[in-house]
């Protein structure tokens, strides 16, 4: 069973940063994708970034130039971090990766940009 725990998340002004974070244990697994996805209130859950085994990154148009996906694959983790932070990067970010037992979602992070 694959357990992911996100943490980072907080209360900034706008234009600051914040770094979020993934830890991705358990065992029996091989990890593929790791990526983060968010949900504001009200709206459906949204892609932000991803990030391959091999290291190709993939982001979302409202976020490029902004934030940046990276990942330690010795420690099984993601980072996610976020610059020029804006009210409407205002959401729950959630942790998923894509593993040989399937997809596995973290439980979220909260993140305030307050203007």
């Known amino acids: 069973q694959v357990q992911l725990v996100e943490s980072g998340g907080g209360l900034v002004q706008a234009g600051g940063s914040l770094r979020l974070s993934c830890a991705a244990s358990?065992?029996?697994?091989?990890?593929?994708?790791m990526g983060w996805y968010r949900q504001a209130p009200g709206k459906q859950r949204d892609f932000v970034a991803d990030i391959s085994h091999g290291g190709t990154t993939n982001y979302a148009d409202s976020v490029k130039g902004r934030f940046t996906v990276s990942r330690d694959g010795a420690k099984n983790m993601i980072y996610l971090q976020m610059n020029t932070l804006k009210p409407e990067d205002t959401a729950v970010y959630f942790c998923?990766?894509?593993?040989?037992?399937?997809?596995?979602w973290g439980q979220g992070t909260q993140v305030i940009v307050s203007s």
């Open positions: 998923l990766t894509h593993t040989t037992l399937g997809p596995a």
């Open positions: 358990g065992k029996g697994y091989s990890i593929s994708t």
